[in-house]
């Protein structure tokens, strides 16, 4: 416990100091609210716009969350794609390439004349698109990075292909992949936001944050920031979990048993 | 009984094998090389790097296939006796599977054999007893020292019963006092099991400590420079410092700084 608290406290000790140190200097200097909203305000307007921004987080998360398990999904099936078959790799990865090079949040305006300018599609479809390409590389990356030694003894045992698939390639992915989901994590968050600026649902975050900052109200629209940090670091701790409930021996250390 | 009226464990002839076969980078690893290891023989195969005997280790596992020649395990072509299970083995790198428990890897082959998950923890505890790790079976790998962790390799390349172990310089990294105790722990396991044995190492009293005999390999391209029999009896921590070990061992180490004789002998 003692152990866990010395690993928590020093961000915290930053982090409050760093808002406490905020606080003051704006008390100080006074600058004009558009430049810099004090930590408190910015908290005040949380909480008298609750219920606006609990709709708006619960919109853009959903937008986050359905373009994650999306992009999450076709990127690990195309790893598995590519790292099994030849013909997908050559098809697959110029392609995925291809894809990535494009400044997806660009395409936001197109995406919502295809599909509506108020229908979260576009968002979902902008989501997809971005955390795609860190988890397909990442996987595959994973799939195919491993230890000959294990792949010998596997078809010593006279293994089938997808036998070594599950036993072998599958766990030595999962550290690739974990680390991927937690990138793509964060990129579903500012391309859900982002993307909302042009289109999709109105009482998501990305509207809300538009609207506040036209208006000049800077600390609703610093709040509404607030919220999509939010979303990203409760994902972020969720992927965390995830990791730590999949991959068990990563958390075995060496206890020191010897010969 | 002696060693020839014994079956033939593995019996290749004439292989050879040429690794990116018409490439600008060709390297003839083995040319033709004929080896039989008899049925519960202990056979080590010794050479500097790149004589081919890694080559030839995983010819006799059909896990590379020979340009010319053939290999039989057990009378059976080698891919055969592969996917009938003849043979266990073990490399340098214990080649553990982190993700999976002690237990678990020593579990794994039975697995893919489809033994019911009772029998399979009942066997892994045997075997773990066998390489003297009772209780350690619930421990992950990266929590074992590498000493512990080759056992695990050994108890899981032996845990189906394979009438074979191939063992690729399966102590090569360990420190060598683990390893003098592995060779002893591994004399002891094969006593009790009657697998024949095929060690390859870089190691000239490992191979003599262990052997009946011990092939000795020359490179560039990978042939036999000599067979050298050992027969040191009874093992134990006296043997290394016998009259008889010291004579092996010179023997070994002089076939190695020969060029090979054309006899394929050397007494």
């Keep these: 416990m003692t152990e866990r608290l010395r690993s928590v406290s020093p961000p915290l000790v930053v982090g409050i100091g760093g808002l406490l140190a905020w606080e003051l200097?704006?008390?100080?200097?006074?600058?004009?609210?558009?430049?810099?909203?004090?930590?408190?305000?910015?908290?005040?307007?949380?909480?008298?716009?609750?219920?606006?921004?609990?709709?708006?987080?619960q919109s853009t998360g959903f937008v986050v969350i359905t373009g994650l398990l999306f992009g999450v999904t076709v990127g690990v099936l195309a790893a598995l794609a590519v790292s099994r078959f030849r013909l997908a790799d050559e098809t697959i990865t110029p392609l995925a390439v291809a894809v990535s090079a494009i400044p997806i949040i660009a395409l936001a305006p197109i995406f919502n004349a295809w599909f509506g300018l108020t229908s979260p599609r576009s968002n979902q479809l902008v989501v997809t698109l971005l955390?795609?390409?860190?988890?397909?590389?990442?996987?595959?990356?994973?799939?195919?990075?491993?230890?000959?030694?294990?792949?010998?003894?596997?078809?010593?045992y006279g293994a089938s292909r997808w036998q070594i698939t599950k036993e072998v390639r599958i766990p030595s992915a999962m550290p690739f992949f974990f680390t991927a989901l937690k990138i793509a994590v964060a990129l579903a968050v500012i391309a859900a936001i982002v993307s909302e600026y042009f289109g999709g649902r109105q009482d998501a975050l990305g509207p809300l944050i538009v609207q506040n900052a036209?208006?000049?109200?800077?600390?609703?629209?610093?709040?509404?920031?607030?919220?999509?940090?939010?979303?990203?670091?409760g994902l972020y701790a969720l992927a965390r979990l995830a990791e730590r409930l999949a991959m068990p021996w990563q958390e075995a250390v060496n206890a020191g048993v010897d010969d | 009984m002696n060693k020839d009226d014994r079956d033939q464990a593995v019996e290749a002839t004439s292989v050879t094998k040429v690794?990116?076969?018409?490439?600008p980078n060709e390297v003839l690893a083995l040319d033709d090389v004929s080896v039989a290891v008899a049925q519960r023989e202990f056979l080590s195969l010794i050479g500097p790097s790149g004589c081919g005997k890694s080559t030839m280790l995983r010819l006799m596992a059909a896990l590379t296939h020979p340009s010319e020649g053939t290999v039989l395990v057990n009378g059976k072509p080698a891919d055969q006796a592969r996917r009938d299970r003849d043979y266990g083995m073990a490399f340098q790198t214990a080649g553990l599977f982190d993700w999976r428990t002690v237990?678990?890897?020593?579990?794994?082959?039975?697995?893919?054999?489809?033994?019911?998950?009772?029998?399979?923890?009942?066997?892994?505890?045997?075997m773990l007893d066998l390489v003297r790790l009772e209780g350690f079976?619930?421990?992950?790998?990266?929590?074992?020292?590498?000493?512990?962790?080759?056992?695990?390799a050994i108890a899981r390349a032996l845990s189906f019963s394979p009438s074979i172990l191939f063992m690729d310089e399966?102590?090569?990294?360990?420190?060598e006092i683990t390893r003098e105790h592995m060779q002893t722990e591994l004399l002891r396991i094969w006593d009790e099991t009657d697998t024949t044995v095929v060690f390859v190492t870089h190691s000239i009293p490992e191979a003599v400590f262990l052997s009946e005999r011990v092939l000795v390999m020359s490179p560039r391209p990978g042939r036999i420079a000599a067979v050298i029999p050992v027969d040191l009896g009874e093992r134990n921590f006296d043997t290394r410092e016998s009259?008889?070990?010291?004579?092996?061992?010179?023997?070994?180490?002089?076939a190695l700084r020969q060029p090979d004789d054309g006899t394929g002998q050397l007494l």
């Design chain 2, 243 to 254: 009259t008889e070990f010291f004579e092996r061992v010179t023997a070994v180490r002089k």
């Design chain 2, 103 to 126: 237990s678990q890897n020593v579990e794994l082959p039975l697995q893919l054999m489809g033994w019911s998950k009772s029998d399979r923890r009942r066997r892994a505890t045997e």
């Design chain 2, 19 to 23: 690794f990116n076969q018409g490439k």
């Design chain 2, 170 to 175: 399966p102590f090569g990294a360990l420190d």
């Design chain 1, 25 to 57: 200097v704006l008390g100080v200097v006074q600058p004009k609210g558009f430049v810099l909203p004090a930590p408190s305000a910015i908290l005040a307007s949380l909480i008298e716009n609750q219920a606006v921004i609990v709709t708006a987080v």
């Design chain 1, 214 to 233: 036209g208006f000049a109200r800077f600390a609703a629209a610093w709040a509404a920031v607030l919220a999509g940090s939010l979303i990203g670091i």
């Design chain 2, 137 to 152: 079976g619930g421990h992950y790998p990266r929590e074992l020292s590498g000493g512990m962790q080759q056992r695990v």
């Design chain 1, 131 to 156: 955390v795609f390409f860190p988890i397909f590389i990442n996987t595959t990356r994973g799939l195919t990075d491993t230890d000959p030694d294990q792949i010998d003894l596997m078809r010593s």
